[in-house]
């Protein structure tokens, strides 16, 4: 008689051989399917490139930086946290590389550049917290207040991470003599940018003191409205933030007419006026932090005028982020995210940079690192090796077919991400060889998609409905293979990634756009960038795949068609981890030694001293 156990472990056998048998089968139909779906439809957004391609990129690339050796930089990180007895420990740093590639040289050569021995160029931050500062209530001790239910520790070196990338990055455009025009980032910076979104409400930072000026919920939301560029006509005038145009066009020339502005954004005065009560303070009630100062803008007659006290407020939201970095990642300050301020009764306290903070201070560098690339016209790429996401094959094709730009489309259930399906491409065209990649799509995309209504009718819309963001025409992303070897009895390829490209006003500001005005009346109006197929023209994306094919050397297997200089820059982080780790692990060991806390018979004894 077989035992209980042998019993029970064969039926799991039964069970995992049946799934396996089933996920190969939905496997097999999702490989036929995708090639029905690539033969008749998606073969026309595939790009392919080859050295003709390349020779006449070769040439952009000269007229685009002026120069024959044009200097690169590349970005990466890393993060820990370590839970202590009565500490969390929580460690980010970012670590950057740089070279030279030159254009001059008939073939692919680029060369790294050292960092002098006295330069200090990793941003390394260890913040050891006391689980009694974690944890400490900020208003009624007995009470859970709407900031303590959103404040999550969990992920807060990941932040730390983040900010201490985002402030390398933007620390090697502010360098004026070693500037790079190419800047690499092992980050998306479309998803940064909407992952660090925070409600001005939750910022605790505000009444921050710094230059001798208190940190206003009007600088926040000033700073929010960033980027601003013209060629682009950003901040756009979709309904979602559409303070921000009216914040934008307020800064360039105050006052502004609103009926004139309510008609060029395509509202009624009233919902205009409505959609702006963050700049009038209008029905702002009294604890709300913008209530608490003068407006943004004031209103007369049929005009709005801009407040001069906040000219400087984005420079000041970036001096800020500069300062509070500084003292974070360069002098390392033990008390760097520890600030002061007043409480609601008047009285000064201590407070710990909460998880909300670090996000304001991430989208304000993120927005600085964006407008520093346009002043200096640098190209910044962001790549990720890994994603499970579906914004191409779902979000934007599904758009592009509700408004009947795309048509005759096989409704056809594909592998379950954009990287799984591009990932069978080379099997199912022989002809397709390394690199290429896919057309590029406006990152507004990763929200905007179609769903269907109670009554089945389908419909576009954002996140919640009305929420469409990244800004359209600021990032476009794409999907790339640098690796793919048809000369072996097997087929050997390296991963498809993904990559955010900064638009480039000087290349794409006269690129077209496509009208997205179905449920304009949730939406309003979107303006995507479009480059509908392979035979649209894109000098920017030729350009950037042409350094990115430079970059990528594949000498290592482990990230086979994966640009080296990030890898570089990898390896960088990852030592630092692997210096700082023990160091950090070892803590527990002084802690145990000389602990912090004290016996309740300590304590019993100086109470009764006393």
């Not at 000026?213 to 601003?228: E, R």
Request: aromatic share 12%.
């Amino acid at each position: 008689m077989p035992s209980q156990i042998s019993e029970t472990l064969g039926k799991y056998r039964d069970a995992l051989d049946d799934s396996r048998n089933r996920y190969e089968q939905i496997k097999r139909e999702r490989f036929k399917n995708a090639k029905q779906f690539y033969d008749s439809f998606f073969k026309n957004l595939i790009k392919k490139y080859d050295l003709e391609n390349f020779n006449r990129v070769k040439m952009l690339a000269e007229q685009f930086f002026q120069v024959d050796k044009v200097r690169f930089a590349a970005v990466d990180g890393s993060c820990y946290k370590k839970q202590l007895q009565d500490y969390m420990v929580f460690f980010g740093a970012a670590y950057p590389i740089r070279g030279i590639i030159d254009f001059s040289s008939s073939n692919k050569r680029f060369v790294y550049e050292a960092w002098s021995p006295d330069e200090d160029v990793s941003m390394v931050a260890y913040v050891p917290v006391p689980f009694a500062e974690l944890n400490e209530t900020i208003d009624d001790p007995f009470v859970v207040s709407d900031d303590q239910k959103v404040i999550n520790l969990s992920n807060i070196h990941v932040q730390l991470m983040e900010l201490a990338e985002v402030f390398q990055a933007y620390m090697l455009l502010k360098s004026s003599d070693l500037r790079p025009k190419i800047l690499l980032w092992d980050q998306s910076m479309s998803s940064v940018m909407n992952s660090n979104d925070v409600n001005y409400k939750r910022v605790n930072l505000i009444g921050y003191k710094y230059q001798q000026k208190l940190l206003t919920a009007q600088d926040v939301i000033i700073a929010y409205s960033h980027p601003y560029n013209k060629e682009l006509n950003i901040p756009s005038t979709k309904k979602y933030r559409i303070y921000n145009y009216v914040l934008y066009k307020l800064q360039e020339n105050s006052p502004q007419n609103i009926p004139l502005l309510a008609r060029e954004i395509g509202l009624s005065e009233e919902e205009l006026l409505s959609r702006i009560n963050y700049l009038t303070n209008s029905g702002m009630d009294s604890s709300d932090p913008l209530a608490q100062n003068d407006p943004i803008a004031y209103i007369e007659s049929n005009n709005i005028h801009f407040n001069d006290e906040y000219d400087g407020a984005w420079e000041y939201c970036v001096g800020l982020f500069e300062h509070i970095c500084k003292r974070l990642f360069k002098d390392k300050k033990p008390d760097a995210l520890i600030y002061k301020k007043k409480n609601p009764e008047g009285e000064t306290e201590e407070r710990w940079t909460s998880p909300n903070d670090l996000r304001f201070l991430i989208s304000v560098g993120i927005r600085a690192l964006i407008e520093e690339c346009w002043r200096h016209n640098v190209l910044l790429i962001g790549i990720v090796k890994d994603s499970a996401s579906k914004y191409l094959t779902r979000n934007y094709i599904g758009v592009m077919e509700h408004i009947g730009k795309y048509t005759n489309i096989p409704h056809v259930l594909l592998p379950w991400s954009d990287r799984d399906f591009l990932e069978t491409l080379p099997w199912i065209d022989d002809s397709l060889t390394a690199p290429w990649s896919t057309i590029e799509f406006d990152s507004v995309f990763m929200t905007l998609h179609v769903e269907k209504d109670d009554s089945g009718n389908k419909k576009i819309v954002g996140v919640r409905g009305n929420i469409a963001a990244p800004p359209e025409r600021l990032f476009v992303r794409s999907l790339a293979q640098f690796y793919l070897n048809r000369s072996k009895k097997s087929l050997l390829y390296g991963h498809v990634i993904f990559i955010d490209r900064l638009i480039v006003p000087s290349i794409d500001k006269n690129t077209e756009k496509v009208i997205i005005d179905k449920n304009k009346d949730v939406l309003g109006i979107i303006e995507p960038i479009a480059f509908l197929d392979k035979d649209k023209r894109n000098y920017a994306q030729d350009l950037m795949m042409y350094i990115l094919d430079v970059l990528t050397r594949n000498l290592y297997p482990e990230v086979i068609g994966y640009p080296d200089p990030l890898h570089k820059a990898d390896w960088g982080a990852k030592s630092l981890y692997k210096k700082i780790k023990p160091i950090i692990d070892s803590s527990d060991i002084s802690l145990r030694s000389n602990p912090a806390h004290k016996t309740f018979r300590q304590l019993r004894d100086e109470l009764r001293r006393t």
